[in-house]
């Protein structure tokens, strides 16, 4: 391939990889009515389709990212892309709901593995600063888009094909760039650090599975609760078993000091997944039951928006990143969406429900702040952390936009049935919710920033009463 030359393949081969694993977290949504119809299945039923991938994807990121840095990420990216392969080519072709379901949660185990692989893929290929956050904010942009595009591309796909090409459309693509990988991509490097520990591994995915479902299943507290209580102790007690177990190890599974260097983008992810699964979830609501538009008639109206996310990322972002720091980039990204959010709650208040404030709201979050924030708050938190352990802190990344998204929609899913005005199905309290998840993420990056430059201005002090007092050093 003498027309693209070895990293930007790299790059090309993660970041569509990671688009389709992006997209198959959301694009099942629109689709499981149609599933639900095929099998005779209850709505509790349908949902272990998307509540089992999720707690496999969940429960295993950290693991995945930490056997990427020790087995190599070329390894276990090919071992995820052939596993993702045959699970979307085997949930298609499923004669039975049991087969789904099985093909479904081996889908979450392959895009575990993938995520942190293709990230790790993208870092260690580009090396030099600037290069690296423009190819990472590239990479992020497609998951961004693909995060955002599943549900108008389920919408239209589910209406057009059935319920299985939203499947099997995984399948050529997924295919094509197994095949550049194995072909192109560098083989990884001898490594002499052996592997994590395995008990600490199967306990924290454990926990992080037993979190998950106690996010995903909070708005059912009235007939479920001494399970999820039961369920939350396990995780208190887990998680301190896990810590204390991990500070013994002499290769532990998670560094805390590494992991303390990139602690603000994490929590800025973490509220980010919480503002937009739960802005998706709310806004396909308003979509379908107040303006009274089809699964293909709301996937038409969002797709759009989906294609401005990656011009977005192409475009927009690296023309910030030349302008200002990552970090404030973050900070507009998080701006976007809390004014997005705010748009939202207008249109929800409003007795008029006028359409261009919709469109407003749905291109601050679904376009502009999803492609800067992710891009920008994925920079963020590899910047201070060595190479080594990038596949660890790409799974860190996207657990907590994962594990925020799933608490975040859980908390806004308790208040829909509140009293509305207007006629509308969906009340103003779970918009104002949103705008606070991304306040909340925006003060955190900005309280951050002050610091920085507070460290900043003192290094500067510093360095200049040593030039005066040894004008020799200088």
Request: hydrophobic share 50%; charged share 10%; proline share 4%.
């Amino acid at each position: 391939m003498s027309f693209i030359s070895r990293p930007n393949l790299a790059l090309l081969i993660a970041s569509i990889s990671v688009f389709f694993e992006a997209l198959d977290i959301a694009i099942i949504n629109l689709t499981m009515p149609l599933i639900q119809d095929w099998f005779t299945l209850s709505f509790t039923q349908v949902q272990w389709l998307q509540t089992l991938y999720v707690l496999l994807y969940g429960g295993l990121l950290i693991l995945g990212g930490r056997l990427t840095d020790t087995l190599g990420r070329r390894k276990i990216f090919l071992t995820a892309s052939t596993l993702f392969l045959l699970t979307s080519l085997g949930a298609g072709l499923a004669g039975s709901f049991t087969w789904l379901l099985i093909f479904r949660a081996l889908q979450g185990i392959a895009s575990a593995l993938l995520m942190p692989s293709a990230l790790s893929i993208v870092s260690h290929t580009f090396t030099e600063p600037s290069a690296r956050s423009k190819a990472i904010g590239i990479f992020s942009s497609f998951a961004a888009l693909g995060s955002g595009s599943g549900l108008s591309v389920g919408g239209l796909i589910a209406a057009g094909f059935g319920w299985q090409w939203v499947f099997f459309i995984n399948v050529p693509v997924i295919l094509l760039t197994l095949l550049l990988a194995y072909r192109y991509l560098p083989k990884d490097t001898a490594r002499t650090e052996p592997l994590p520990d395995i008990l600490s591994g199967l306990l924290l995915t454990l926990v992080i599975t037993a979190l998950s479902y106690v996010v995903h299943e909070v708005g059912d507290w009235a007939n479920k609760g001494g399970l999820l209580l039961l369920l939350t102790l396990l995780v208190a007690g887990g998680g301190w078993l896990f810590a204390k177990r991990n500070s013994t190890q002499p290769f532990p599974l998670i560094s805390f000091p590494v992991l303390r260097r990139s602690l603000t983008p994490i929590t800025g992810m973490a509220m980010l997944g919480a503002t937009f699964t739960g802005y998706l979830f709310l806004i396909s609501l308003v979509l379908q039951q107040d303006r009274q538009l089809s699964a293909a008639q709301a996937g038409l109206l969002l797709f759009p928006f989906s294609i401005l996310s990656a011009l977005t990322g192409k475009y927009m972002l690296p023309t910030l990143l030349k302008r200002f720091s990552v970090h404030q980039t973050a900070i507009l990204g998080m701006a976007a969406l809390l004014a997005g959010t705010l748009f939202l709650v207008y249109y929800i208040q409003s007795t008029a429900h006028p359409l261009v404030v919709l469109l407003i709201s749905i291109l601050g979050v679904n376009s502009v702040g999803i492609a800067l924030s992710f891009s920008a708050l994925t920079v963020l938190s590899l910047q201070p952390v060595p190479e080594a352990h990038h596949g660890l802190i790409s799974g860190v990344n996207t657990t907590a936009y994962f594990v925020g998204g799933g608490f975040g929609l859980s908390i806004v899913s308790l208040f829909l049935d509140e009293p509305q005005q207007g006629g509308q199905s969906t009340g103003i309290l779970p918009a104002v919710i949103l705008g606070l998840y991304a306040l909340l993420g925006l003060v955190r990056l900005l309280v951050n920033s002050r610091k920085v430059r507070g460290r900043q201005s003192l290094s500067e002090s510093s360095s200049n009463v040593t030039n005066e007092l040894h004008p020799e050093r200088a």
